[in-house]
Every structure is written in structure tokens, then in C-alpha cells.
């Protein structure tokens, strides 16, 4: 009877460890989970912090570099010349559960200055968006840097226009991006100079 007995307690206490750690494992989960998605968020932000200043360095100084997003997602380039309302921008859209971002249209990150064109020694050449949205029970992220003209106190513009292979727009998953720089030319813009930079984008 007694050993009976202890066989029912031991039925019991593996029943109500095995109910605990059934509550307890989706919890568990979904914490590691988040915690891995606010580092993506982190890492994702600070990558186009990196690639902005890579761009400019790359513009100013020559030569190429190569960098590489480990965060699963999507880059889409838009070249300058595309009709898209992106041109001249690079955009990374991945999925997550949480966002560091208020869902619903782009919000700058880098600057209050969104016009298309700003003024040299006060603006800067990029404009960083953040964007969310919920696409059932994830959030869809989208991190934007577009280069707009700047112009000078004479009125001289400076611009960095990104090419692609064709000058169409590129889409890969691979986290992979190259910048290269092409050369420089000016234009002559209703008696005004604009320098371009053209930087070549491989995904």
C-alpha cells in the first residue's frame, strides 16, 4: 500500500512538472525570440549607419568596399535613373517580431530634413527611414537610405547618384552588398554646377 502510494506521488509530481514545463516552454520561447529580433533590429540599424558612411568614403576617396548584412531579409536597389518613387536609394526589409519603430509611414532616423534637396556644410547627403508594418502576427521592418542634392552658398549642387547593373532595380537575399565608384562628372543645371558622384551597387 505505502509503495503504491509513493508510485502515485511520483505520477503526480512528473504530471505537474511536465504541465509547468509545458506553460513555461512557449514563453520561454517566445522571449528568446524577441530578444533575437531587437538584436536584428539593432543590427540592422547600425548596418546602414555603416553603409551610409561607406558610401560617402567610397564617394569621396574612390576604390570599393564590401559589406555583408547577416540578418535574413531582402535588399532592393533603386538607381538613380528608375521612375521608381525610391530612386536613388537602397531599402532592407526583413520580418520580426517587435519593432523599435512606430508602424505606419517612413520616419527619419538620421535627420528631421527630408527635402529633396538640402544645403552642404548643414544637411546631411542621406536620409535613413525606418518603416513597420503588421502582416499577421509578424511585423514587416523596412530600413531606406536614399542620397538627395545638396548646394552650396553659390548655389553649386553636389550629389551621389547609385547605378546598377543595366540601371535596373536589383533585389537579392543574399546580405551582400558592393559599392564602387564609378568616376565623377558635372552637369550644368540653369547656369549652376552639379558635381555627381556615380556609385556602382552590386547585390
Do not use: C
Amino acid at each position: 500500500m505505502k509503495a503504491q502510494s509513493q508510485v502515485i506521488s511520483i505520477i503526480i509530481i512528473v504530471a505537474i512538472a511536465l504541465g509547468t514545463i509545458a506553460l513555461v516552454l512557449p514563453w520561454t520561447y517566445g522571449m528568446i525570440q524577441k530578444k533575437k529580433d531587437m538584436k536584428s533590429l539593432d543590427d540592422v540599424y547600425y548596418f546602414f549607419q555603416y553603409l551610409d558612411e561607406t558610401i560617402r568614403d567610397v564617394a569621396n576617396n574612390g576604390g570599393e568596399e564590401t559589406l555583408i548584412l547577416e540578418t535574413p531579409g531582402a535588399f532592393t536597389v533603386y538607381p538613380e535613373s528608375s521612375n521608381s518613387p525610391f530612386n536613388n536609394s537602397i531599402v532592407f526589409n526583413f520580418t520580426s517580431k517587435v519593432s523599435n519603430i512606430a508602424q505606419g509611414d517612413w520616419i527619419p532616423l538620421n535627420t528631421p530634413n527630408m527635402n529633396v534637396t538640402a544645403t552642404l556644410g548643414i544637411d546631411t547627403h542621406s536620409v535613413i527611414f525606418g518603416k513597420a508594418k503588421k502582416v499577421g502576427d509578424q511585423l514587416s521592418i523596412e530600413y531606406r537610405i536614399w542620397y538627395r542634392e545638396l548646394y552650396d552658398a553659390y548655389g553649386d549642387g553636389y550629389a551621389i547618384h547609385f547605378n546598377t547593373t543595366g540601371n535596373n532595380i536589383k533585389t537579392s537575399t543574399s546580405g551582400f552588398l558592393r559599392v564602387q565608384r564609378l568616376g565623377t562628372k558635372e552637369i550644368n543645371v540653369a547656369g549652376k554646377d552639379l558635381t555627381i558622384t556615380e556609385i556602382y551597387i552590386i547585390v
